[in-house]
């Protein structure tokens, strides 16, 4: 790849036209449970733009630059209380959407009155609060998140800061072919007669690590299938893992038996992303500290209050080389810290121009060519990619069985599609 169209990949930050595309569509600023009423404001960073969230005294959600727009100190110290945030250094006390409602250093008749803090819209949902960074003016429609299909859908959410580019990170998410190797000690190939698997891992029903990959380009992005050999019936089966691209920055990967699963890539800037995990399902799936624990993602355990990580590129992420030599294929503790490992280690924006990409990446392959593109689109002037698009997220799914070999893995990516999935 050449690094003029890296550039356009990846970068996002100020008129980048990445990062006018991230700004047509809604983006995540936290998860909703960071947010108390009267609680402590949260620092949050997107495409280059720092912002401070909070909820006031109402419940009512606030977006704000973290600026102060008196002198600039960060409203991230301020006291929240009494349906607003209030600048520490001088007093100045903002709204939910912005209006200055009490400017303790300034006289009753000052012109300064007229003021207001630059304000994002914020809506909730899904678990997360988002907020539109782009044109004021053209504010798109929020659209359901497809983890969110009803308001009962059970959500649990890992929440993980990435020390590199998200769209190094956004690769490792359509990369099926990885899991057979880095994440092999946490889903290990099931042995179909007594398997020694734990409850926890999640078993392949093929030990095949080398899918046949085939995508096909849709209107909100493109979905692909990786293609195994199946431990069972080889001859008239296959195994099926599908994998759903929202653009620009959402993965549906395949589910488990247990519950569905999407991915968040989200640019925190140029150099860093926020790495956001959902596990849900209609009524049970697993719950929030369970899932966190499975992840190894437990903040204050395994995460520092800014959610960045205690295993990380400068300790080696603790890899265990005694663990290694006993079994454990990576000796780093934790499914998203074995993928942190690999994405961090290509630096803090991948190198591209010295790739030697196989017949495994064509997943990759399809999502560069889409997204600079897209990038380049948007620079003439068109629409950006996922605002035109005809399909409603909550009717997107991935899939993962193992089928007859006759059936279209195209048709198993839509929910109805899935219910009426041959029973395996
Ligand atoms: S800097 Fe915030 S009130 Fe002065
Ligand atoms: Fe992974």
New binding site residues.
């Given amino acids: 790849m050449r690094p003029a169209d890296n550039d356009l990949l990846c970068r996002v930050e100020g008129d980048a036209p990445m990062g006018r595309i991230m700004r047509q569509h809604w983006l995540p600023v936290c998860m909703s449970e960071e947010l108390e009423a009267d609680g402590a404001p949260v620092k949050s960073r997107l495409v280059g733009v720092d912002l401070v969230a909070f909820r006031d005294t109402a419940g009512k959600v606030g977006v704000l630059d973290e600026r102060c727009p008196h002198r600039g100190a960060s409203l991230a110290f301020g006291r929240n209380e009494d349906c607003g945030l209030r600048c520490l250094y001088h007093g100045w006390k903002f709204a939910t959407d912005g209006e200055i409602v009490d400017m303790a250093s300034e006289p009753a008749d000052s012109r300064m009155r007229n003021l207001r803090a630059r304000a994002y819209p914020a809506h909730e949902a899904g678990g997360f609060v988002w907020a539109w960074l782009g044109d004021p003016e053209a504010v798109r429609p929020f659209e359901t998140p497809a983890w969110a299909p009803t308001p009962t859908t059970k959500i649990a959410i890992v929440k993980m800061h990435a020390a590199c580019n998200w769209a190094q990170v956004l690769e490792?998410s359509i990369d099926s072919a990885?899991?057979s190797s880095?994440?092999s000690t946490n889903m290990p190939t099931a042995e179909v007669e007594g398997s020694t698997a734990t409850e926890t891992a999640w078993l392949r029903p093929s030990n095949d690590k080398a899918p046949r990959l085939e995508a096909e380009v849709t209107d909100y992005g493109f979905h692909y299938a990786a293609l195994r050999r199946p431990i069972r019936d080889p001859e008239t089966h296959v195994y099926v893992r599908s994998t759903v691209f929202i653009a620009p920055f959402t993965v549906l990967i395949p589910p488990n038996d247990k519950y569905n699963l999407a991915q968040m890539l989200v640019p925190i800037d140029d150099e860093n992303c926020m790495f956001y995990w959902i596990a849900w399902h209609p009524t049970g799936g697993i719950g929030q500290d369970a899932w966190r624990r499975f992840c190894a993602a437990v903040p204050g355990v395994d995460l520092n209050p800014d959610w960045t990580k205690k295993r990380n590129l400068q300790n080696n992420f603790l890899q265990d080389r005694a663990a290694m030599a006993a079994g454990d294929f990576t000796g780093i503790e934790g499914?998203p810290a074995?993928?942190m490992a690999m994405w961090e280690s290509m630096g803090p924006i991948a190198d591209r121009s010295e790739d030697h990409l196989g017949s495994s990446d064509v997943a990759i392959i399809q999502f560069r060519r889409q997204m600079v593109a897209a990038a380049k689109a948007v620079q003439k002037g068109e629409p950006a990619i996922g605002t035109t698009s005809k399909s409603r997220q909550v009717d997107l799914a991935s899939f993962e069985g193992v089928v007859p070999k006759t059936a279209d893995w195209r048709t198993f990516t839509t929910r109805n599609a899935r219910q009426a999935e041959p029973a395996e």
Avoid: A
Wanted: a negative charge.
């Fill in positions: 490792g990885h899991s880095l994440h499914i074995q993928d």
